[in-house]
């Protein structure tokens, strides 16, 4: 899969750009602030609708206009024009200019994979955050499991209005409770396979692909589940056993809405042990290793952006991670040191853009 063309409106510090790529390797350079983040961006709203960073939407669109366009030329097994347009009020998608009306039927057709320094949050950061990475992944392999976890979620809101109801009036039906538990443990038993699978098959790459890049360690990643090991019958009784415990917090206090992701390095925590590059290249290695699932699943190659991979990674690391970016993956990759960048490319093809202030020089 490859971007041919993108053309921007109003994105962010862009007013009106157009720029074609290279097949393979694209290097997007320029000094801080310039826009390099900003293109990249762009490549991933195309593809998921929205950005990777946490802030609105309304971000998106250049200061003081009230529109943003974007627009790419996908070549997959056809070519297609993919646009995304926002205003404060809302979001437009579409295919060959034919308006797609659910978002869900528009992403997961374009597969990006997308590096960020931002993504040592995967790492760092509370479980929340984890689940919503490990939630965007697997959503772009399966548009059903995204339908599930909305479904859960509601289940959840139901459930915990219902307890709060019962607490404070004791006559509410059990019986309503139990039908609702019972819907909320086959729905989380669901998500719980869905995550446990992808897991499982991230782990199954993941080690080989860390130690090629860093030549040691030992990499897997836990997934932390109060569903692990436990047959529907045995959830059933737990939620039972522990109802007094939900009726005081007035919520449920057991499920997949707590799961959790453990990077172990070692059989140590990642997030307690482990140094800023450990995190940096686990981080990169459960990405290559997403690109390996989807490559196995669909059947696609995806489109792989690395934005601003070099600062606190040593030579050695870069070039081991450059090995894994073979021809058949275009490839983006922001920096603000092309002249340490260009001698790591010996050999390759690739196209320099330089960003200056928001416009783009082809060199
Ligand atoms: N909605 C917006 N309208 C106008 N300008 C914006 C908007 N959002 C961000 N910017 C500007 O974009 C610039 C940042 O661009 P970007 O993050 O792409 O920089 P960068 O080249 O990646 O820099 P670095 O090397 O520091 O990572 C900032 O100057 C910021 O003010
Ligand atoms: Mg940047």
New binding site residues.
Partial sequence: MQIQELKLLNF??YEKVQVAFHKHLNIIY??????????V?AIYVLALSRSFKQNSDK?????DTDLTKIEGTILSNYKNVYKVILTPEGKKVKIDNNKITKISDYISKINVILFNPSDLRMIKDTPSIRRKYLNIAISQLNVEYLKQLNQYNKLIKTRNIYLKQMYLNGNSLQSYLDIITEKLVEVGISIYTIRKDYIDFINSFIQEIYKKITMKGDLKVIYCSDYANKSKEELLKFYKKNLSKDLAFGKTNFGVHHDDLDFKLDNLSLKDYGSEGQQKNAVISWKLSEIEIIKKEKKVTPILIL??LFSELDVEKIENIFKFINKDIQTFI?T?EIEKVEPLLKGEEFKKIY?EN?NLKEM
């Fill in positions: 962010r510090n320029g000094k801080n602030g310039s826009g390099k983040t900003n293109l961006e971000t998106l669109i250049r200061n934005d601003d922001t603000t960003v928001g």
